[in-house]
């Protein structure tokens, strides 16, 4: 199991490596700037398709930015 401080530092190697430094900072800011509930958002923020059918989403579009970022 990760300590919370090595999932702080993979999610912000993450966030980095999917936004850039400067979008990452920008979305950080706005995330803590604004109420955010994230069990809130789990529940309605998600589009209502079956979870296959939303799995086969996410997994085109990590397809999509992992070829983006070989790209670079």
Known sequence: MKTETEIRIAGMH???GAL???EAERFLM???RERFDYTEWR???LPDLPLDELTKLANLE???NTHLLNEQ
């Open 62 to 64: 990590a397809e999509k």
């Open 20 to 22: 850039g430094l400067v």
């Open 43 to 45: 529940r309605h923020g």
């Open 14 to 16: 993450a966030l980095i």
């Open 30 to 32: 706005a995330v803590s």
